[in-house]
């Protein structure tokens, strides 16, 4: 399996962002439609829904639908209001040492991810950050010094909402702190249950646990990975091994003798990384951010990828996945 990861700055959406939309518009639509398109949010409702949640984001919503070709179904989609359910795997631990540093694993299959690290300025702000759903944030830092990243909660349930890579991008777009993060996160509805782990330059961290028609619960947390603080979903937790992660990082940062790089380190090690890439848990990057230096570093096995804010760096990396050694069972309801 192979993944090509692109790094793409464009402060506007303009050509470029046009050019990665039709690349990827076909496997997103064939996805966004997959359970026919009555069980879509109509267009008036999703533009009204971004309305009342993200307002702020609303020009730069309508920009990336005019350069989609003002079409229904990708203005529906590019709204992530109510899209279809997925599962992700993921674990995430903030470093608060004297240069605050935000760490994450992200588990998911090698199709269905897009590799796309995108600097923009879009209302403004300078945002680094690894791109889901063409424009939505699967973990990223701003210029003001706000880092923040995602897991799936472990959860089946499903409501209305948003799905939570736009809820990022928004905060990235739009706050400077964590104080400023966790209000959206209690007032912005999601579609899935998610954890969020946010920090800043003063080290300030939190861990948002999110479900649909449930009060965000904002705790001062700095490990997430699968479940939210209970495990609901046994067949889920037992193939992805949430639990024995979580403690794992727990160990990590209660040990005397632990530094910034040997956490790091311990990202591309058992039980955080996993190669159960054909049940769609296995890893594609290991992602860093240091939110004082604006700065990120993307991880393989066999190399990295070092990008910030004052440098960033265009380019493309081919990186291949091989299934070996894993034995996870996928997921089963």
Same mark, same amino acid.
């Given at each position: 399996?192979?993944?090509?990861?692109?790094?793409?700055?464009?402060?506007?959406?303009?050509?470029?962002?046009?050019?990665?939309?039709?690349? /990827?518009?076909?496997?997103?639509?064939?996805?966004?439609?997959?359970?026919?398109?009555?069980?879509?949010?109509?267009?008036?409702?999703?533009?009204?829904?971004?309305?009342?949640?993200?307002?702020?984001?609303?020009?730069?919503?309508?920009?990336?639908?005019?350069?989609?070709?003002?079409?229904?179904?990708?203005?529906?989609?590019? =709204?992530?209001?109510?899209?279809?359910?997925?599962?992700?795997?993921?674990?995430?631990?903030?470093?608060?040492?004297?240069?605050?540093?935000?760490?994450?694993?992200?588990?998911?299959?090698?199709?269905?991810?897009?590799?796309?690290?995108?600097?923009?300025?879009?209302?403004?702000?300078?945002?680094?950050?690894?791109?889901?759903?063409?424009?939505?944030?699967?973990?990223?830092?701003?210029?003001?010094?706000?880092?923040? =990243?995602?897991?799936?909660?472990?959860?089946?349930?499903?409501?209305?909402?948003?799905?939570?890579?736009?809820?990022?991008?928004?905060?990235?777009?739009?706050?400077?702190?964590?104080?400023?993060?966790?209000?959206?996160?209690?007032?912005?509805?999601? /579609?899935?249950?998610?954890?969020?782990?946010?920090?800043?330059? =003063?080290?300030?961290?939190?861990?948002?646990?999110?479900?649909?028609?449930?009060?965000?619960?904002?705790?001062?947390?700095?490990?997430?990975?699968? /479940?939210?603080?209970?495990?609901?979903?046994?067949?889920?937790?037992?193939?992805?091994?949430?639990?024995?992660?979580?403690?794992?990082?727990?160990?990590?940062?209660?040990?005397?003798?632990?530094?910034?790089?040997?956490?790091?380190?311990?990202?591309?090690? =058992?039980?955080?990384?996993?190669?159960?890439?054909?049940?769609?848990?296995?890893?594609?990057?290991?992602?860093?951010?240091?939110?004082?230096?604006?700065?990120?570093?993307?991880?393989?096995?066999?190399?990295?990828?070092?990008?910030?804010?004052?440098?960033?760096?265009?380019?493309?990396?081919?990186?291949?996945?091989?299934?070996?050694?894993?034995?996870?069972?996928?997921?089963?309801?």
């Amino acid at each position: 399996m192979e993944l090509i990861f692109q790094a793409v700055a464009e402060d506007r959406p303009g050509d470029k962002w046009q050019t990665l939309f039709v690349r /990827h518009w076909p496997a997103y639509e064939h996805w966004f439609l997959s359970e026919g398109i009555a069980a879509r949010a109509t267009y008036d409702t999703c533009r009204s829904k971004l309305r009342q949640h993200m307002p702020e984001l609303e020009p730069t919503y309508e920009t990336l639908c005019e350069l989609a070709g003002g079409g229904d179904i990708a203005a529906r989609f590019l =709204s992530l209001y109510k899209p279809p359910a997925y599962l992700t795997g993921c674990s995430q631990v903030v470093w608060p040492g004297d240069e605050p540093m935000l760490v994450r694993n992200y588990d998911y299959s090698p199709a269905l991810c897009e590799g796309l690290i995108q600097l923009s300025r879009w209302n403004g702000r300078a945002v680094l950050a690894m791109v889901d759903c063409l424009w939505g944030v699967l973990d990223g830092v701003n210029e003001d010094g706000l880092a923040i =990243s995602l897991t799936f909660g472990g959860r089946q349930v499903v409501g209305d909402g948003f799905g939570i890579p736009l809820v990022l991008r928004y905060i990235l777009e739009f706050c400077e702190t964590v104080e400023q993060a966790s209000a959206v996160l209690k007032r912005i509805p999601v /579609h899935m249950a998610y954890n969020v782990t946010a920090t800043d330059r =003063s080290g300030k961290f939190i861990t948002a646990f999110l479900a649909p028609g449930e009060s965000t619960r904002i705790r001062p947390l700095a490990v997430a990975t699968n /479940h939210q603080g209970r495990i609901d979903w046994h067949n889920y937790a037992r193939a992805t091994a949430t639990v024995e992660r979580e403690r794992f990082l727990q160990f990590r940062l209660q040990d005397a003798e632990m530094t910034p790089e040997h956490l790091i380190e311990s990202f591309q090690r =058992s039980p955080l990384y996993t190669t159960a890439y054909g049940q769609g848990f296995g890893t594609l990057y290991t992602a860093v951010y240091w939110p004082r230096r604006g700065a990120a570093r993307y991880l393989w096995p066999d190399g990295a990828w070092e990008q910030s804010i004052e440098r960033f760096e265009e380019g493309i990396r081919h990186q291949h996945f091989a299934p070996a050694g894993d034995v996870s069972a996928a997921a089963k309801g």
